[in-house]
């Protein structure tokens, strides 16, 4: 047997490529894994029939009448992605001041709820509960006097949560960070007979300038408004609140909690995740969704590759979930890497 020329003792005993060398043993000792069972996929929705149009700052994104969203969700279900997360759009004379709009049995989320569960019975479907996309000034509550109104906000999300209820959604997911909603609506909830409807509460909202595309999508922005909505979602430098943000909603009857946006605030699901003791999903939010996706238009990034990366990311920092527009892609690559 040929003997090395150097000295064995200089040379390290451990050598961490040698897992990494072949295929089945980086597979043997992979830490984290992504799953379709970790998917929620996000919806936009507009009344209408035949209607899918696409959002010009979401490339691949698309605004769909409930007809053609039906027929997504046939995809949606073969894929077997267990949930899907609806947000309307909606056209600007039918906002107001009060949201009036997100109260009505005949809403274009209600309708497009009832009609989902009709086909697709197991299918999770989550209602946002904010005001935002029926407001006429952007804003997820009541404005008095160029304030939001956090407990005049609090009663109409109480009776939002109710309606999405009433017509068959499965969880409740309030967006709009006013203090003791959540409580609120859990008591809402039970004293009317829904105490097995889920609520996924946006504990730890940033005020984030990645949400652009998302607002055009719904339409809250339709006046080229540069909403701040700072006084209510919380400062990007700050952790230790989103904590204490997290710990309230869990002792107000959270089932589950989001931390949006995703990627800049890996730190935050991780912490999370260590110190609440709860089930935390990451939004990868709209900002982050058309970076990567007009970045690999431009051949800068393979999109397949950062995709998955990107939502390998949220596993790792120890989120239980990610809702995703790639989701559907994301779906199709596990199903081919089986």
Same mark, same amino acid.
């Given at each position: 047997m040929?003997?090395?020329?150097?000295?064995?003792?200089?040379?390290?005993?451990?050598?961490m490529?040698?897992?990494?060398s072949k295929?089945?043993?980086?597979r043997?000792?992979?830490? =984290?894994?992504?799953? %379709?069972?970790?998917?929620?996929?996000?919806?936009?929705?507009?009344?209408?029939?035949?209607?899918?149009e696409?959002?010009?700052s979401?490339?691949?994104?698309?605004?769909?009448?409930?007809?053609?969203?039906?027929?997504?969700?046939?995809?949606?279900?073969?894929?077997?992605?267990?949930a899907?997360?609806?947000?309307?759009?909606?056209?600007?004379?039918l906002?107001?001041? !009060?949201g009036?709009?997100?109260?009505?049995?005949?809403?274009?989320v209600?309708?497009?709820?009832?009609l989902?569960?009709?086909?697709?019975?197991k299918l999770?479907?989550?209602? /946002?509960v904010?005001?935002?996309?029926?407001?006429?000034?952007?804003h997820?509550?009541?404005?008095?006097?160029?304030?939001?109104?956090?407990?005049?906000?609090? +009663?109409?999300?109480?009776?939002?949560?109710?309606?999405q209820? #009433?017509?068959?959604?499965?969880?409740?997911?309030p967006?709009d960070?006013?203090? $003791?909603?959540?409580?609120?609506?859990?008591?809402?909830?039970?004293?009317?007979?829904?105490?097995?409807?889920?609520?996924?509460?946006y504990? #730890?909202?940033? #005020?984030?300038?990645?949400?652009?595309?998302?607002?055009?999508?719904v339409g !809250? *922005?339709?006046?080229k408004m *540069?909403?701040?909505?700072?006084s209510?979602?919380?400062?990007?430098? =700050?952790?230790? +609140?989103?904590?204490? +943000?997290?710990?309230?909603?869990?002792? @107000?009857?959270? /089932?589950? %909690?989001?931390v949006?946006?995703?990627?800049?605030?890996?730190?935050?699901? &991780?912490?999370?995740?260590?110190?609440? *003791?709860?089930?935390?999903?990451? &939004?990868?939010v709209?900002g982050e &969704?058309?970076?990567?996706?007009?970045?690999?238009?431009? $051949?800068?990034?393979?999109?397949?590759?950062?995709?998955? @990366?990107?939502?390998?990311?949220?596993?790792?920092? $120890?989120?239980? $979930?990610?809702?995703?527009?790639?989701?559907i892609e994301?779906?199709?690559?596990?199903?081919? *890497?089986?």
């Amino acid at each position: 047997m040929k003997k090395n020329n150097y000295n064995t003792g200089s040379f390290p005993l451990t050598r961490m490529r040698r897992n990494r060398s072949k295929g089945f043993s980086r597979r043997l000792i992979k830490e =984290n894994h992504l799953s %379709v069972d970790d998917l929620i996929l996000p919806l936009f929705i507009t009344k209408g029939k035949n209607i899918s149009e696409e959002i010009k700052s979401m490339p691949g994104v698309f605004r769909s009448s409930p007809d053609q969203l039906l027929k997504l969700l046939e995809e949606v279900v073969a894929l077997g992605i267990p949930a899907v997360a609806l947000f309307p759009h909606t056209e600007k004379d039918l906002k107001d001041n !009060s949201g009036t709009l997100a109260l009505r049995e005949d809403n274009l989320v209600c309708q497009t709820v009832r009609l989902i569960k009709k086909e697709f019975p197991k299918l999770g479907v989550i209602c /946002d509960v904010a005001l935002d996309p029926y407001t006429d000034h952007g804003h997820d509550g009541i404005v008095i006097d160029g304030e939001v109104d956090n407990d005049r906000t609090v +009663e109409i999300l109480c009776k939002q949560a109710l309606n999405q209820a #009433a017509a068959g959604c499965d969880i409740v997911a309030p967006s709009d960070m006013m203090d $003791g909603r959540v409580l609120a609506i859990r008591k809402r909830l039970d004293e009317n007979e829904f105490t097995n409807t889920q609520i996924m509460s946006y504990a #730890a909202k940033y #005020a984030s300038s990645f949400y652009g595309p998302f607002r055009d999508a719904v339409g !809250s *922005n339709s006046h080229k408004m *540069n909403i701040d909505k700072s006084s209510y979602q919380m400062s990007p430098e =700050n952790s230790d +609140e989103a904590i204490r +943000e997290v710990n309230l909603d869990i002792s @107000e009857g959270a /089932d589950m %909690v989001i931390v949006k946006p995703g990627m800049p605030y890996l730190d935050i699901i &991780y912490r999370v995740k260590k110190e609440c *003791n709860i089930p935390v999903f990451a &939004y990868q939010v709209s900002g982050e &969704y058309s970076m990567i996706t007009l970045a690999s238009k431009n $051949g800068y990034i393979d999109l397949n590759k950062a995709m998955m @990366e990107s939502l390998i990311s949220f596993k790792r920092s $120890g989120a239980d $979930g990610v809702l995703s527009y790639f989701s559907i892609e994301i779906a199709k690559l596990l199903k081919s *890497n089986i």
